[in-house]
């Protein structure tokens, strides 16, 4: 099968490589040490071998009426090649017939085969061919051609396709029988295209021949230039008279590293990818699952991950798994607020619509030879959203790919408590922290930055350390899709018109899901202002209206809204690499600065360029109830008290002059106590099942959600570990749960 796919070829070179090492040391390490010169080896040999199309054909894939043939004569007079339509050079010349007759004489199936047949006699190189529409349908003549070509996915909307069928006075397609419409077979038909193609040239409607053609082109150059798309860190520095190529990474390391060496976060080297209002407008009508697809396609190199296959892990990551059919849906809620409902998949928080995609990532970038443990810290949501996760991985996956949770042990709620300790499975454990998450985050990364523990590990057990927060990057990408989601059903709901303003108002912690909706602005999305809503931890509010980033007597404080009770914000740093124009160097010297001194200071222009985009305030604990009660006694909607806490932030900060989303990241079941204090309920139970059935009984929105529920019955029985605030002791536990994941012992 010809793509690129960097992973498969590191596997295929570290095996061959692992031989040649003659290192006396254990031979888990030596794969480890192969794979940096393995990742060496594979841009050596994509751009030697893969750096021109060459004697390669490009495929023009597509439903009947995508303008194939139109697109693929255009391309071969630009680029001066021979061009091949299948309908009329192969099949009606070999059959001497029309189509429509051979059809009508041998019936769907037949006429499969016999189409199948006609393909596999081909033989072309260096051409432009133009399947038929069923073409993919055969098995054996798609394993053909693809093995010397670049199958090239001509999607185009679907009433533009019947529009043209009609005109082409076309009644009858392959498989079309009395008992199906064009329009439902057509749609039958992308199980197919979704199979085989390379790469996808998104079309808008009404696109003409000769602006598909351009995007063809555009998109086989990005195909097969796959050096184009690489990942610096937020701290990298380079001389202004470097002449040397910066040290990037791929996506795929990116991923697997989670970290970069420096103590900074890795970000694109170049833009996010942009899509037209004409793209954007086709994808408006579109499911959840499509949106996804289109946008991590666009972020996500094909020799990373190839197409077919990332929408593979797309569809497994968004299935039955989610309560809603729309995962992500958008529900009004009064006056001109809109709530995003991010609480839909296994664990009830927003952490599902990354995290049940991303181990699939990360299993598939992952080079089969070395072991990973998976360091976790968590606020409340993201321990069992990553614990659950990585448990649906394949046996094999879960054999070299393990997860430890650290939470502060007396700082989340007793709900969120249970549920990361009940989501504990052979491949993941919990550990309670007797302190706060910024110790638990921290930690972590001393972990990461401890080369001598690192390798460590990798010299007695084979096994790398990587992360599942919002700092890696495969974490953090999928977020950008369901702001993006929720954007667009405003515009199919008929509330606004694309390329009407937004603004959207997000309980932020880390920086992560905010920062999420300003790479989807970037992509196209046009929101006006990120309002950053904050609980008695206000430490980001505080930044945004001064630039000053002050820990210096400040205390973290317990919340309702535990999801956010963090002071050091990781994702901040990429969103101020940007503010400063990419300058690693200062970024170096403020996070520094703010580890040292716990505190930093920007300059009153990046203050300014900051609240360009960025309004923020913060929201009592009083506040935050009032808003619960208030909301439910109005409308019916009991909001969770991370979502309150924006509620109260965007009615006080929004002007009313546009539509505000607030991201509603936890379902309110995950803090019962909280919620039947906000609604004076006096008769509080103290069980979690207990009292998620007496809230059930309030017949409120959103419904209970069911899985949670479920699981509270056995949750409470379940133990944990619990160690002290110390990052040695952090360490044990680590090394303790590699030695029962990979070795199977533990030693005394």
């Known amino acids: 099968m010809f793509h690129f796919n960097r992973c498969q070829h590191l596997k295929l070179i570290t095996q061959k490589c692992v031989p040649r090492i003659h290192v006396k040391m254990d031979k888990h390490v030596q794969l480890f040490l192969s794979r940096t010169f393995a990742f060496a080896e594979l841009r050596k040999s994509w751009r030697s071998i893969h750096s021109l199309v060459g004697d390669k054909n490009i495929i023009l894939m597509g439903p009947p009426g995508a303008g194939k043939t139109t697109v693929g004569k255009i391309i071969g007079q630009k680029l001066g090649r021979c061009v091949i339509d299948v309908d009329d050079?192969?099949?009606?010349?070999?059959?001497?017939?029309?189509?429509?007759?051979?059809?009508?004489?041998?019936?769907?199936?037949?006429?499969?085969?016999?189409?199948?047949?006609?393909?596999?006699?081909?033989?072309?190189?260096?051409?432009?061919?133009?399947?038929?529409?069923?073409?993919?349908?055969?098995?054996?003549?798609?394993?053909?051609?693809k093995k010397n070509g670049i199958i090239i996915y001509l999607d185009v909307p679907l009433t533009d396709i019947i529009n043209r069928l009609k005109f082409m006075n076309i009644k009858m397609i392959v498989g079309h029988n009395s008992g199906m419409s064009i329009k439902d077979l057509l749609k039958f038909r992308r199980q197919y295209y979704k199979k085989w193609y390379d790469a996808r040239v998104f079309c808008e409607s009404g696109a003409t021949p000769e602006e598909i053609a351009e995007k063809v082109l555009d998109t086989v150059k990005r195909y097969q230039d796959v050096n184009s798309e690489t990942f610096i860190s937020t701290r990298h520095i380079c001389p202004k008279d470097c002449q040397q190529k910066v040290s990037a990474k791929f996506f795929s390391e990116a991923v697997i590293e989670g970290l970069a060496s420096d103590g900074g976060l890795f970000v694109p080297e170049k833009e996010f990818p942009k899509l037209s209002s004409g793209e954007w407008k086709s994808l408006v009508g579109a499911t959840y699952i499509e949106r996804a697809q289109i946008l991590l396609e666009r972020c996500i190199h094909p020799a990373d991950i190839p197409a077919a296959r990332l929408g593979e892990m797309i569809e497994t990551a968004y299935g039955e798994n989610f309560a809603c059919s729309k995962i992500a849906p958008v529900r009004y809620l009064s006056g001109n607020q809109f709530i995003l409902e991010l609480f839909h998949g296994p664990t009830g928080s927003f952490k599902d619509l990354s995290l049940q995609l991303m181990p699939h990532i990360f299993a598939y970038c992952i080079p089969p030879s070395c072991n990973y443990m998976i360091l976790v810290a968590t606020s409340?949501?993201?321990?069992?959203?990553?614990?659950?996760?990585?448990?649906?991985?394949?046996?094999?996956?879960?054999?070299?790919?393990?997860?430890?949770?650290?939470?502060?042990?007396?700082?989340?709620?007793?709900?969120?408590?249970?549920?990361?300790?009940?989501?504990?499975?052979?491949?993941?454990?919990?550990?309670?922290?007797?302190?706060?998450?910024?110790?638990?985050?921290?930690?972590?990364?001393?972990?990461?930055?401890?080369?001598?523990?690192?390798?460590?590990?990798?010299?007695?057990?084979?096994?790398?350390?990587s992360s599942a927060n919002s700092i890696n990057w495969g974490r953090l990408l999928p977020q950008v899709v369901y702001h993006a989601s929720a954007y667009l059903d405003l515009v199919n709901q008929g509330f606004i018109s694309f390329g009407n303003p937004v603004d959207v108002c997000i309980p932020t912690g880390n920086f992560g899901n905010i920062l999420a909706a300003v790479y989807a602005k970037m992509m196209g999305i046009p929101f006006r202002k990120f309002i950053c809503a904050s609980n008695q931890n206000h430490v980001l509010t505080d930044f945004i209206k001064t630039g000053l980033y002050d820990l210096r007597e400040r205390k973290l404080a317990q919340t309702f809204s535990p999801s956010i009770d963090i002071l050091k914000s990781s994702n901040l740093e990429r969103h101020l690499y940007l503010v400063s124009n990419k300058?690693?160097?200062?970024?170096?010297?403020?996070?520094?600065?703010?580890?040292?001194?716990?505190?930093?200071?920007?300059?009153?222009?990046?203050?300014?360029?900051?609240?360009?985009?960025?309004?923020?305030?913060?929201?009592?604990?009083?506040?935050?109830?009032?808003?619960?009660?208030?909301?439910?006694?109005?409308?019916?909607?009991?909001?969770?008290?991370?979502?309150?806490?924006?509620?109260?932030?965007?009615?006080?900060?929004?002007d009313k002059t546009c539509p505000v989303i607030i991201s509603s990241t936890a379902h309110y079941s995950k803090f019962a106590p909280a919620i039947m204090q906000a609604l004076k309920i006096?008769?509080?139970?103290?069980?979690?099942?207990?009292?998620?059935?007496?809230?059930?009984?309030?017949?409120?929105?959103?419904?209970?959600?069911?899985?949670?529920?479920?699981?509270?019955?056995?949750?409470?029985?379940?133990?944990?570990?619990?160690?002290?605030?110390?990052?040695?002791?952090?360490?044990s536990h680590v090394e303790k749960q590699i030695q029962i994941q990979f070795i199977g012992k533990v030693s005394e």
């Open 682 to 731: 006096e008769e509080i139970s103290q069980t979690s099942s207990s009292q998620l059935y007496l809230l059930g009984s309030y017949n409120a929105l959103p419904p209970p959600h069911e899985v949670l529920l479920e699981r509270t019955k056995h949750h409470e029985k379940m133990e944990y570990q619990v160690c002290p605030a110390d990052v040695n002791a952090l360490k």
């Open 89 to 145: 050079d192969i099949l009606e010349k070999n059959w001497n017939m029309k189509i429509s007759k051979k059809l009508q004489d041998v019936g769907n199936e037949q006429f499969l085969e016999e189409e199948g047949k006609a393909v596999l006699n081909m033989s072309a190189s260096g051409s432009i061919i133009s399947l038929t529409g069923s073409n993919p349908m055969h098995d054996a003549s798609m394993w053909h051609l």
């Open 583 to 654: 300058d690693g160097q200062l970024m170096m010297k403020l996070f520094n600065q703010l580890e040292n001194q716990r505190h930093f200071q920007i300059e009153k222009i990046l203050v300014e360029k900051l609240q360009q985009d960025f309004v923020a305030d913060w929201c009592s604990e009083d506040e935050c109830l009032s808003a619960i009660n208030s909301t439910y006694n109005t409308s019916g909607y009991i909001l969770d008290p991370h979502t309150a806490v924006a509620k109260v932030v965007a009615d006080r900060m929004q």
């Open 380 to 465: 409340g949501d993201t321990g069992s959203a990553v614990l659950n996760a990585f448990s649906h991985l394949n046996k094999n996956d879960k054999r070299r790919i393990a997860v430890i949770t650290f939470f502060p042990h007396n700082g989340i709620s007793d709900f969120q408590k249970a549920q990361i300790v009940g989501s504990q499975q052979e491949n993941g454990c919990a550990v309670g922290v007797e302190s706060d998450f910024d110790f638990c985050q921290t930690a972590v990364k001393k972990m990461f930055n401890d080369s001598d523990f690192t390798g460590f590990l990798i010299m007695e057990y084979g096994t790398i350390l």
